[in-house]
C-alpha cells in the first residue's frame, strides 16, 4: 500500500488499538517503500502498461467465500495456456514489475507453507486472487473491513462498483484495468481472475471484458456458511488493526451470501450465451478432471489434452488435503435452511435436516 492510500487507510478508522502496535509501526515504512518502488516502476514500464494489448480477454471465476474458488483457480491455472496473477503480485500490485524476482528470492523461507484459515500451501508464486490487489490500490473492497471490522455498512457497497459515486467507480476500475495490463506486460497468456467479490461485480466486469468468459462455482449453503464463518473470524484476527470483533460474524456472512446469491442471479442474465458455466464445487472436488473438461467444452476453451495432463498433478494433492471440519448445530442447521432455501433449491441441495424435507 503507498502512502496516500495508507493515510486514507488510517483516517477510517479511529478505534486502533495497542495489541496491534506491531502492525502499525510497519505501515509507514511500508507506504515509503511501496510508493518509492511504484514509482520507479511507472519510470521504467509506464509507456509499454498503457500500450499493451489484451489478446484475450480474462475469464472470471465467481462464486461466495468458500464455495471452492481457490480450488478451481489452482486447477485452471496449472493449465499453461494461462497467466494468473501470484500472491506476491497482489499484495505488492504497485510495484511487482520491478521487484518480485528479487524479493521472493531473498524472502522465500520465511514465507508461510499454509494459509491459516484452510491448509491451504502457501509460497509468493501461488495463484492469489486478485481482490487483495484492488483493495490495497483502492481501498473499494470488503478487504479493508478486515483492518476495521466496525465499517461493515462503509464497505458493503464497494460490492456493487456500479453503484459507487462515479469517481470512486472511475478509481476502481482504472486499477483493475492496469492491474491486467501490468500481468499482461509480465506474460501474453490468457489471465485468470478468481474473486468471490466479483460475483457482485458482473455488470462492471461485462462493460470493461465484454468477451470475458466465466465459471461461477457453488456449494451446500450450510457448508459454506461454518467455512465463511471461519474465514472471517481468522482474517479479522491476523490483520485488523483496532481490537479483533466477532459479535456480528455471522449475520455478516449471512447478509453478504443473500446480496451475491440474488445478484449473481439478477446479472448472469447479462453473460453472452457461451459465456458462463455453472459447476458444483462438490463434484469438481470428486472428479475434477472429468468437471474441466465439461468447463473446457462448455467456454470454448482449448488445449483440453495439455489441461487433462497438467491437473493430473493437483489430484492427486486433492487426495491428500483435509478439510476443515465443524461440529453439526441443528439449530443453525435449520436457520440456515430457512433463510436460504431458495439457494437449497436451486441448486438441488437437500435439506440439512430430515424434519426439514
Known sequence: MTVPR???????????HWTRAGHIAFLPFMGLYNSVMSGAESLIYGSRIKKVKLEKPPVFILGFWRSGTTLLHNLMTSDPQFSYPTMYETLFPSHFLVTEKINTTLTAPFVPKSRPMDNMPVAWDVPQEDEVALCILTLISPYSLLAYPHDVDENIPSLHVESLPEAKKQRWKD???R??????????????LKSPSHTYRIETLLKMYPDAKFVYIYRNPLDVFNSTCHLRRTMIQENTLGRPIFKDVEQEVKRLYRLAFDRYQTDKQLIPEGHLHEVRYESLAAEPVEEMEKIYASLNLDHVDEMKKAVEPQVEKLKNYKKNKFDPDPVLAKEIYTEFRDAYEKYGYQPPLPDLE
Request: charged share 30%; glycine share 4%.
Open 179 to 192: 492491474f491486467v495490463r501490468k500481468l499482461t506486460v509480465r506474460s501474453k497468456k490468457q489471465i485468470v
Open 175 to 177: 486499477a483493475l484495468d
Open 6 to 16: 495508507m493515510c486514507e487507510l488510517l483516517s477510517k478508522g479511529p478505534n486502533l
